[in-house]
């Protein structure tokens, strides 16, 4: 299988956890082994102030120092996907413009939120963006956040016309997610990601260019096994590392839901296992999120042996 | 690829669509030859009174004239599995006491709807329609109609104690329906069935054991090469076989959505393209549903054409 | 305050319970006390197989032996209101037939359910229902069960032609309850009802013409007392009664959300109250309802203390 | 009617609309000009940086400038309670502490947004911004926009311990407003504010403390004569303002819902509404929600003069 519209973007790019210390300050030394624990785990990009990095959470000065701190640690190695989030157009573009001078390669974008927009302003939304900041764009669809779906039809027309570079996709509706791929699978360079941990054998057999998986921050390996046999057309090698990622995944639901919020859940299932790894230091949340505590520690610990990663 | 668990039921199970005359009356030679189209296409069961076959707006007179007419024109082919779709635990259990008596090889029951219920009770309203009917039951999890979704746990606890026979999912949620292709992946004769059109070939390279395809109606055949390629491991021809299927499934987004609800746009285009393929004469719809228009059936066959099958 | 538009329906009409025996059967003798109850409190109507009569709950036998009962009881002293709950126009109207036999004064009828309709088949599905009745028929706007909204334009287009007598509100929009009071408040004999148990005074300061209270089967004099009151135009007194009544209310929220559902709570904490009140023998849910526990009814049995009622 | 609790906020506080020229920039005159209109309309205070005034829309600069501009024009004759619109806890702190710098004598803070929450967060997140910030707070709570319900408990509990000042409710849920109502009651200084322009004299039946409306930009007299006849106990009176402000209210229906989004059509008809009162000269909306045009002005401007307001 090879990519017949030869996308800009392709493989594994995940969204990258903001550690941080026991007083809750972002732990450099902590980030910059997260990136190379993936940059060595074969990922392609990263994916920087994304919701795995709990950018809804991050003060300006901090968003500015985790940009930093990983343009640093990467060192060029691999392109940086940076989120400009904001509510609305034009902050978007304030926010984009501090991310490009501090070093993005392109910008993921979501649809307004917190407004009540429709489709035509977020069309509008998107085009705004790219003509004032001429980069290129991922548009993020992520209703579960921004309580607003990208339509296949809205998509395409931003596509088509060099809008947008590229959609990640989380908005887990996987008939508009094929619906997509077919769409614009001729639209040369164009690419679209997954970003389900637990689809991404099935997205690519769709046609699919890569994944941005959360739980890519603690099995970069296993997800670029899983893009390359995919790419290569051995989907059935694709589709047991996907089985054993989303066994991997459960980490996820360890956290006792009557204490932790769904937020803090995963990306503290994420940054939990990446102690366990050794990794990081510290499995911190950013207030008010709570810490995952030893006994749920202990779960994922399980897991992660069971998986072959401990 | 096969089965290591020895699934009961596998395959392409199309919910059989309900063709009416001009005057509203069911369609029965349309009937008998829809059953004919469908068998005589490869499929492996027959999913009678399903959303596809209108069953909300069937009078009970109606829905046992449907069971009947598909039962005689199957003449043992292939199973019959048969919703019993009434709102909770002791009216689903008369009504599938009636859908056995009429023929029913296996039943379909969805969660409690218009109630207001917790897991507990969809998984004692299970339970207890199992306990008193001891037939082959299906879980239909549809929650865009009954508004509950099944949760992964709970089928898993019934498909454990051997209350459901398999899922038919209509969740949406392909995150959620591979964690439960995971889980049950060793239950002895244990079957889950996705109901989502185009997705089949991702399904099934995670383990699902076959379809309930609305659009199976119009192209049983094709969801048959689609199935054995799968089932064969050839998972390429099986993605190619899918895309001209998403294809055909435009047909779908035909109807003015201004005039047509979201019920009939997808029934109406499955009635419209079995007219346009000569296998029944009308289209109609059960009422307060609108008809699909001649400008609507001919954008419909434009598709057929542009797709191979007319 | 006078209704000026001479309004057929006025007043409390509370949405009677069904009591069941401990093994399950329906209690006629409770029943029957619970009209008496209801009636010599002040109702001004029964409605008869609503939500908190557990009608999906009720098989047809059942549903047959609730209004037989209850009008007998009744004995013709106030007017009959009986919930044709079914899923789509012929099937409602098979119900509402069934219905009128049995002695309804009139009909309530919802939006379709399990169906996807949009705004012209709810509006057409009204006017087939009462064209093949012809009688009185209440909409009953529950989206938190039917999960469609019945929109102010189509109620008023629907009370306008006389297809509806009235509305039951239990849409929780009170600023659509306000346009639709505002819309209809000179159509000669029309009728709108809230089906909040809480914001009654306000409804009827905006002009609604009575209530359809839960609690009214626990409080039917206080709610008549609060009803003329406002009536009266004395909404001092109308908020305090209706203070004292959201206080009764709190019952509803007694119950342990771990263990009983949504549905379970409300109409077990109305059974139960009843129970404590001596008007019935057994607070018995229809299965797979959970029933309300000795704590549970402790904790009711004190808000009725604290209220006056015990 | 007295409020027996000494609320430290009572009356009509509208959220100040920001009038843009027809080039998109602030327009400060008509900004002035709107003030002038309010202040001397009778309200009690200004809720400045709200939805109502395009907060999310709106750059850090512009922000900053909206406050300055409205702090100067109002001079001290009524309270500001300024908006501190971010998407978490830490963010919140710091808009809040640049808001107070600009002269808030309030904050007005929702639940996070973009975040996936829940109870115990949303307390923690008020708690935090409070201990950072000591000035009063009101908890906005608008779950259409967070998509995050701020519940009873958490908001009795926040105003308990003196962590919130007040609650300005647009939830749009009347029982859990009552509720609230009821269990705040008792709470020196405390103050519940309903947001829905058209059940303002329900609420204060119940024993609000007053308005926070959109429409108040359009009409501010109308709004305080409402309160003012609430407060004097004569509710007949109030409850006919209501009703004449409720027909104002059909204003926001005007837009064309094809082409003007949900967010712009109230905010695009407050502000064609005041260019139509001379009040301001453009109703120039924050890009990229489309401005009103001229035959939907017109329809506005019938509206008013059929009001009164013209």
Same mark, same amino acid.
């Given at each position: 299988? !090879?990519?017949?519209?030869? *996308? ?20 450099? *030394?902590? @980030?910059? +082994? ?18 795995? /990095? ?6 300006? %000065?901090?968003? !500015? ?14 392109p ?8 609305t157009? $034009? ?50 669809d992520?209703?579960?956040?921004t ?7 809205? +998509? ?5 016309? /060099? ?11 996987d ?22 941990e ?21 099995d ?11 790419? %290569? ?11 054993? @990622?989303? $066994? ?6 360890? *956290?006792d839901s !009557?204490?932790?919020s /769904? ?9 939990? %296992? ?6 990081? /230091? ?5 207030? *008010?999120?709570?810490?995952?505590? !030893?006994? $749920?520690?202990?779960?994922i610990?399980?897991? @992660?042996?069971?998986?072959?990663? @401990?």
């Amino acid at each position: 299988m !090879a990519f017949a519209n030869n *996308p800009k973007y392709t493989g594994v790019i995940p969204p990258v956890v903001t550690p941080r210390t026991a007083d809750g300050a972002i732990d450099i *030394p902590g @980030l910059q +082994a997260v990136v190379e624990h993936l940059v060595t785990g074969g990922v392609t990009g990263l994916f920087v102030l994304g919701s795995s /990095g709990e950018v809804p959470y991050l003060t300006n %000065a901090e968003r !500015a120092l985790v940009v930093s701190t990983i343009r640093e640690a990467n060192a060029g190695r691999v392109p940086l996907i940076v989120g400009a989030n904001e509510q609305t157009t $034009e902050r978007v573009i304030e926010e984009g413009r501090a991310m490009i001078e501090l070093g993005a390669d392109a910008l993921v974008v979501t649809t307004p939120y917190y407004a009540l927009s429709n489709a035509a302003e977020v069309e509008a939304h998107f085009r705004a963006v790219h003509a004032a900041l001429q980069i290129d764009i991922f548009a993020y669809d992520v209703p579960v956040r921004t309580h607003v779906k990208l339509s296949v039809a809205t +998509a395409v027309a931003l596509a088509k016309d /060099g809008v947008i570079v590229g959609v990640k996709d989380s908005s887990g509706d996987d008939v508009s997610f094929r619906q997509l791929l077919l769409a614009t699978r001729d639209f040369e360079g164009f690419s679209v990601f997954t970003g389900h941990e637990v689809v991404v054998d099935g997205a690519m057999l769709g046609g699919a260019h890569g994944v941005v998986p959360g739980l890519g921050n603690v099995d970069p390996a296993g997800y670029r096994r899983l893009f390359d046999a995919a790419v %290569a057309g051995d989907f059935v090698t694709a589709a047991k590392e996907q089985d054993r @990622l989303t $066994e991997v995944f459960e980490i996820v639901y360890t *956290p006792d839901s !009557a204490r932790v919020s /769904g937020g803090a859940a995963g990306l503290g299932a994420f940054k939990t %296992a990446l102690v366990e790894l050794g990794v990081i /230091g510290c499995n911190k949340m950013s207030s *008010p999120m709570e810490d995952l505590n !030893a006994s $749920e520690a202990s779960a994922i610990s399980g897991i @992660l042996t069971r998986t072959g990663l @401990l």
